[in-house]
């Protein structure tokens, strides 16, 4: 990989649309040995489930809207302003309980979680998501499915 800086301008990004709303791909993998970086708009009724990185660690800074996080025995009702680092081996789920979006940005170390995204969003183009497809793609993805995730149509 040779050092290249990274600009992205508004409405220069690009990602995936899951569930109706944009994810875009600030930084991915193809830019950098260390992390992932997303902007994420979480659709209304959104949850991943409840699951669990074995080595990936995740940041979360809320911009706008309302989520609620479970990260091990903790519940956050997270507003904008609001900063979660989840280590690996720590059990969360994320849930925009709201009426409408959520937009958060996230990281994701190590790279490579861009590609998880672009699988689920084709999973869950055409309707209510397959649990043992979404199931089988987050073990390819370091993740531990504890709960299924869910979504309204």
């Given at each position: 990989m040779t050092a290249k800086h990274v600009i992205r301008r508004p409405g220069e990004t690009e990602g995936v649309v899951l569930r109706g709303q944009p994810m875009g791909f600030l930084v991915t993998g193809e830019d950098t040995r260390h992390t992932s970086m997303f902007?994420?708009?979480v659709p209304a009724g959104f949850a991943t489930g409840r699951h669990v990185h074995?080595?990936?660690?995740?940041?979360?800074?809320m911009l706008e809207g309302e989520c609620e996080w479970h990260v091990g025995d903790e519940v956050v009702r997270a507003t904008p302003g609001t900063f979660l680092f989840i280590p690996p081996g720590v059990a969360h789920n994320i849930t925009n309980v709201s009426e409408k979006p959520a937009r958060v940005v996230m990281t994701v170390s190590p790279p490579g979680h861009?590609?998880?995204f672009e699988e689920l969003a084709k999973l869950t183009a055409s309707g209510p998501p397959d649990a043992k497809a979404i199931s089988a793609l987050?073990?390819?993805f370091d993740t531990d499915q504890l709960s299924a995730?869910?979504?309204r149509a």
């Open positions: 902007d994420w708009t074995r080595v990936q660690e995740e940041t979360f800074y861009e590609h998880y987050r073990a390819r995730l869910t979504t």
